[in-house]
């Protein structure tokens, strides 16, 4: 069965952290995705990758960045976590186009608080 | 980006039905998918229809595409307190990697 799995449900941190979110994925899918999600925003991309070391840019990358280095792993990162990133992050994975019909596959999520 | 639409929320009895209804923008979408976020979770995939059909059932669940008003709807029969959640609906070009996700339709099912 497929899995994507968050490396925490919930976590605390405070102003100025550098934090890390973690997603594994063993679908062996290249794509792999991580959204922030807001009441009444909907879900929001903020980076995503489409291969080992490759990534791009989402519609809300300011204040993250992430990492790619091994296929199954995909890490998102607050370089100085702020208030204003208080939220639910979810990570997601894919097969790349013409692969089927390639839905994404999401994490439980991680719902991070910014003291 | 492209433009996905759905209403905030919908509220019915038990045992009716429910129709939750989306509108996208882009044309070429090859692939629309609903998925369904139950309270502290992540997705999870529901059901999906491929651009060049009509219409899909599986089991209580049936999708309706309207491709030249670009309007897609997920109809729940005998809805049942536990369909109670957040559902979104996403489209995607064939070609390409990116999903776009509607801001979710919250369904509240009533005893």
């Known amino acids: 069965d497929v899995k994507v799995t968050q490396s925490s449900r919930y976590l605390v941190k405070r102003t100025g952290e550098k934090v890390f979110l973690e997603c594994v994925q063993d679908m062996d899918h290249e794509n792999m995705f991580w959204y922030r999600q807001d009441p009444g925003l909907g879900l929001r991309l903020i980076y995503f990758s489409y291969d080992v070391k490759m990534k791009e840019k989402g519609d809300i990358p300011e204040g993250y960045s992430v990492s790619r280095e091994k296929k199954e792993r995909f890490s998102l990162i607050l370089e100085s976590a702020s208030t204003n990133q208080t939220s639910m992050y979810l990570c997601a994975s894919s097969l790349i186009p013409g692969q089927g019909t390639q839905p994404q596959h999401f994490g439980d999520g991680t719902r991070l608080s910014i003291l | 980006g492209e433009d996905v639409e759905q209403s905030l929320f919908l509220s019915v009895r038990e045992g009716d039905s429910s129709v939750i209804n989306c509108t996208y923008t882009?044309?070429?979408?090859?692939?629309l998918y609903w998925y369904k976020q139950e309270p502290g979770a992540g997705l999870q995939l529901l059901t999906y229809i491929f651009s060049n059909m009509d219409m899909k059932q599986d089991q209580r669940l049936t999708v309706l595409l309207n491709k030249k008003d670009k309007h897609l709807s997920l109809r729940i029969a005998d809805t049942q307190t536990g369909d109670s959640a957040i559902y979104f609906c996403a489209e995607k070009e064939d070609n390409f990697n990116k999903f776009y996700f509607g801001s979710g339709t919250k369904l509240n099912v009533k005893p």
């Open positions: 882009d044309s070429s979408s090859t692939y």
